[in-house]
């Protein structure tokens, strides 16, 4: 007769979880300037789900040595087990063995039942429950709540501007506190459905834990695109099948083996509990040695200055991430008057930018440092910053310097920007940013059919941090409508270089520059919204007499860009206008638009011109170019949606606009991407 008791489905158990805890994998790489959601530090959890897997064949090796370890211990072999009874003759009248007979027959039917279904689950008492729920509930909860986000900020470091120890006292309390009073609610459900309740709960936490390591591939960085599963059809296919599958099998499994499912769950629960956090004290580990070790101290950039402007003498910057100079001309078409208030500017239409995408492009703004011939991808990245005397040059000319960005390296800009300083002077909005981080690691945890309810954006969590500067035009805007430029009380001279979202995904202004949701505007909108934050920025000039005597520049990182593995199909110009320090009567002249083959080559030439220091090793200014042939270059980056692949460099021999006039030159460098 068939014989099943504890010991054998512990056993059972063990081996079924191993084949869920065996995880080889490669570890993906980091994103650099924008959250990867999909990244996981699989290594060493495929480590710790190795030591388990160990433990459970060790287990299996013992059950050959139980026979002798139960003789020594005089442990019963067959307790609580089915045992065919011993073959006995049946005496008495023929009534007597017609009863023993069918109390057999009843007892043969009682264990057939009791073999298909297993022993009846044991009543648990109300500490017996707590302590499932507490485990279980342990589980689902820091595999939702801790777990991810302290992964995801480590892993995605040069993407924020926190790090883990920043985030991890709000995050450890809520994950216990949370685990505590979701086990006491728990424990005192009574009957079946503390048993479904818990098995539910392991699932949703197996689903979750599954999806992060095998079904968030395809998932793209979080920079502001939303999710469209449109694109996405057979990973939300494969993931909804792959959790409902988990959900129903462990509810089967509860119905018809409860005591087994019992054990199972409990395992599994605090298995995959151990394998996470060994996973999380690894990162931990690293993630301080790396601070511990780092060169330079962390900074933080602040709002500090940015809508103050100095009496004397000012440069502003106008970065519109995005903005392509054929984005503005079909605003022109129109509103032929959105250039009104641009008077004494030049609009130069025919004009290229010098990196791309926005990582690359915002620093060549900010150090006027291009690849070299036969410089490698490490070399250029590590020492762009260090090889660059450009805010040097605007500093010895005694302005304020201060720059708003999250595509920088702030400790590589902090001697020179008066609005970056030590981490340790930031606070953080404790309640905003587990809210924020929560969103990201549900994000990451869920299935895919329901990810975009949980949609973020990297500068949302950039912005948990209060005095932080942070891309977000509608705010920017509106604290420029209500508090206005003033005139600073501590610089006579100023710098100011604004990085907004412009032209950028998210998609969240309209064309008065307010808030709105995504589905109230679209890219042209929001292009029209941010360009004319910038006009109130030049109204409120004028109103403050200060018009005349400054220099404002208007430009983008970058023109049209989307993410591609192949070369350009179209141009990508960057919006430039620019205007110097005029006269009352130049000042107030109508825009004008030139045509000369200029762009980002000669930006940094033409600010230390108008800031007064010599221009004369930048090159021409941009009123200095003639018009006539000239090659200007350009390197164009090929992306995955993850990482960046290579680079590729273009010759523009003609106008930018013409895509017959963009020639690859052949030159390319291979990205290396470092974890």
């Given at each position: ?9 512990l ?44 433990g ?7 059950r ?7 003789r020594?211990?005089?442990?019963d072999?067959?307790a609580?087990k089915?045992?065919?009874p011993?073959?006995a ?14 109390e057999?027959?009843?007892e ?9 279904h ?41 993407s ?12 450890l ?5 949370i ?12 009957g ?31 920079d ?23 959900v129903i ?22 298995a995959?509990?151990i394998?996470q956090?060994?996973?999380?004290a ?80 915002v ?6 440092v291009?690849i ?17 005397t450009f ?12 720059i ?5 390296d702030?400790?590589?800009l902090e ?5 970056i300083f ?22 990451r ?16 969590l950039?912005?948990s ?15 420029l409508?209500?508090?206005g430029?003033t ?10 270089f604004?990085?907004m ?10 064309e ?12 042209w ?23 005349d ?12 860009w ?25 000042a ?9 083959p ?6 940094a030439?033409?600010?230390i011109?108008?800031?007064g ?24 980056t ?5 990482v ?23 030159e390319?460098i291979e ?5």
């Amino acid at each position: 007769m068939k014989r099943m008791g504890r010991y054998s489905k512990l056993a059972t158990a063990a081996e079924v979880l191993v084949c869920a805890l065996v995880v080889l994998a490669a570890s993906p790489l980091p994103a650099y300037a924008y959250v990867d959601p999909s990244v996981m530090t699989y290594t060493i959890q495929a480590v710790a789900g190795a030591a388990v897997a160990l433990g459970a064949v060790l287990g299996v090796a013992l059950r050959r040595t139980r026979r002798f370890l139960f003789r020594i211990f005089k442990i019963d072999e067959n307790a609580n087990k089915i045992v065919e009874p011993d073959v006995a003759a049946l005496g008495g009248s023929e009534g007597q063995r017609a009863e023993m007979r069918a109390e057999a027959d009843e007892e043969a039917r009682g264990l057939k039942e009791r073999l298909a279904h297993g022993r009846p689950a044991k009543r648990l008492s109300w500490p017996k429950r707590f302590i499932r729920a507490l485990i279980c509930c342990a589980f689902l909860v820091w595999t939702i709540t801790v777990f991810p986000p302290i992964d995801l900020v480590a892993a995605n470091a040069d993407s924020l501007l926190f790090n883990i120890f920043d985030i991890m006292d709000v995050v450890l309390f809520m994950g216990i506190a949370i685990t505590i009073v979701a086990a006491l609610i728990i424990s005192f459900i009574p009957g079946r459905a503390f048993d479904v309740i818990l098995t539910l709960i392991v699932a949703v936490g197996i689903g979750c834990y599954v999806q992060m390591l095998f079904l968030n591939e395809q998932l793209p960085l979080a920079d502001g695109r939303p999710l469209q599963l449109s694109i996405y059809k057979m990973s939300t296919l494969i993931s909804a099948v792959v959790w409902i599958a988990i959900v129903i099998v462990l509810l089967i499994f509860n119905a018809k083996k409860k005591p087994f499912c019992r054990a199972f769950i409990l395992v599994t629960s605090l298995a995959l509990f151990i394998v996470q956090g060994v996973s999380m004290a690894s990162v931990i580990s690293d993630e301080s040695g790396r601070l511990s070790t780092a060169e330079e101290s962390p900074t933080v950039m602040s709002t500090y200055g940015i809508n103050e402007v100095g009496s004397e003498a000012n440069v502003t910057v106008f970065v519109l991430d995005t903005f392509d100079t054929g984005i503005l001309d079909i605003l022109l078409e129109e509103d032929p008057n959105i250039l009104d208030e641009y008077t004494g500017f030049t609009y130069f239409h025919n004009s290229t930018g010098s990196m791309i995408p926005t990582r690359y492009g915002v620093p060549f703004l900010l150090t006027n440092v291009m690849i070299q011939e036969g410089q490698d991808y490490d070399d250029y990245l590590n020492n762009r910053y260090d090889r660059s005397t450009f805010l040097q040059d605007i500093a010895d000319q005694g302005y304020e310097i201060t720059i708003y960005s999250d595509s920088i390296d702030v400790n590589k800009l902090e001697p020179y920007a008066a609005n970056i300083f030590p981490e340790n002077h930031r606070e953080f909005n404790d309640e905003k940013l587990w809210f924020t981080l929560e969103r990201m690691s549900l994000y990451r945890v869920m299935p895919w059919i329901v990810k975009p309810f949980f949609w973020f954006y990297t500068d949302e969590l950039n912005a948990s941090s209060v005095d932080s500067y942070y891309i977000d035009d509608a705010l920017y805007g509106t604290n420029l409508q209500t508090e206005g430029l003033t005139v600073s009380d501590d610089a006579d001279k100023t710098f100011r270089f604004i990085h907004m979202l412009g032209a950028h995904y998210p998609y969240t202004l309209n064309e008065e520059g307010e808030r709105v949701t995504e589905d109230q505007t679209d890219a042209w909108r929001q292009s029209r919204g941010s360009f004319n934050i910038v006009t109130e920025y030049i109204r409120q000039l004028k109103e403050l007499g200060l018009y005349d005597q400054s220099t404002i520049i208007v430009t983008a990182d970058h023109g049209y860009w989307d993410t591609r593995t192949e070369p350009l199909d179209s141009p990508t110009s960057p919006l430039l206008l620019v205007k110097p320090p005029e006269t009352a009567e130049e000042a107030s002249q109508p825009i004008k638009v030139s045509e000369v083959p200029t762009g980002h080559l000669d930006y940094a030439a033409t600010v230390i011109d108008l800031v007064g220091g010599d221009s004369s090793a930048y090159g021409p200014t941009v009123f200095e170019v003639k018009d006539g042939p000239r090659d200007r270059y350009y390197w164009m980056t090929e992306h995955n949606d993850h990482v960046d692949l290579k680079m590729l460099e273009y010759v523009i021999q003609g106008h930018a606009l013409d895509m017959d006039n963009w020639h690859l030159t052949g030159e390319e460098i291979e990205v290396n991407q470092h974890d």
